[in-house]
């Protein structure tokens, strides 16, 4: 049986880089059971984009959970809160930025 995998991705007025990692996240051959995002405040117009992208690949069947801090208060704080929020067998730490294919795959095939 797969072990389940919770993906958390903080971030911070980053729309363009959410949308590559989460493609790259789309396209993983491990499932994920779910995807965390803890925005950490970002500016209200980001925002309002950084949700339709969200919505985007929700469409495309990623269960993503999305929280929002109520200022900003740093990646450590969001990783801790989407630690939280986590329900997978594992936790997956994925900086916005970072997009490569398999990210999760290889921690996952050590295991």
Do not use: W
Request: with cysteine; aromatic share 8%; charged share 25%.
């Amino acid at each position: 049986m797969e072990n389940s995998v919770s993906v958390i991705v903080p971030n911070f007025n980053r729309v363009d880089q959410l949308r590559c990692c989460l493609h790259s996240i789309l396209h993983q051959s491990h499932s994920v059971l779910e995807v965390i995002i803890i925005d950490d405040f970002s500016e209200e117009l980001v925002y309002h984009k950084i949700l339709k992208v969200i919505e985007e690949f929700r469409a495309e069947g990623l269960n993503i959970v999305v929280d929002r801090n109520f200022r900003n208060l740093g990646a450590n704080f969001s990783r801790n809160r989407g630690i939280d929020l986590a329900q997978g067998d594992f936790i997956a730490f994925i900086a916005v930025s970072y997009t490569h294919l398999r990210a999760h795959e290889t921690v996952l095939d050590l295991v």
